[in-house]
């Protein structure tokens, strides 16, 4: 049976309050398991990165429940104090633009995280070569980001959001800058990553292409959230 790695329950999100009040979910229910590569699709501001980012404890919600694995971590305030603590250690972030660090090489990059969570220098250094490994970037290991093309940055940047092992990965448009070839690619490449380590991702995307490479939609729709089958038609892909 799927385990799950996200459950939220009537979650709620207001920003501001009285004539500026903004609604913007107004009691969420869904849930990913481990191993699932969700795309969440909405019209712009409809609250795609506001989602994630209540779900990656960055952004706190106004009310409601979130489950991150078999753990608690917010019921109507977070449950801990320790908000960056579940980040780091559970929680992988990829961004539309890479945000790699340009004074740090690709290594360096990607063994931040793991080296801040206490994990020993030659420790972090072995596993993020594995890393760039699978993904076909070794080679680039002490280059600067700036040497790099924006697919193979942003293959890095996959790289760096596994580094801490995470149980779920949070998404937000990683594809907005590629061509159609690439995107693809880094989209199987998610998903691949999703069966091999059993990890959940969540992805917002405005592409429609890459719909029929994950495994379900959740869509944002009247404040509350959807989930729909991908369509069937992979002709293309
Ligand atoms: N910090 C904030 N303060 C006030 N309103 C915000 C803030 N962040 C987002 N919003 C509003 O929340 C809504 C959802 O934004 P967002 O999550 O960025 O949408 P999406 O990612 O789907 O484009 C928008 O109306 C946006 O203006
Ligand atoms: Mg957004």
Redesign the pocket.
Known sequence: MAEQAIKVENLVKH??KDESL?R?IEGADFQVDKGELVALI?P???????LLMMIGCVEEPTSGTIWLGDEKVYDNAWLTKETRKIRREKIGFIFQAHYLIPFLNVIENVTLVPQTNGVSKAEAEKDAMALLDYFDIADKAHSMSSQLSGGQNQRVAIARALANKPQIILADEPTAALDLTRSVSVVKMLKKIAIDQDVAIIMVTHDEAMLPLCDRILKIEDKKVVSQAVPENTKMI
């Open positions: 920003f501001g903004v913007v909405a712009s501001g409809a609250g795609k990165t506001t």
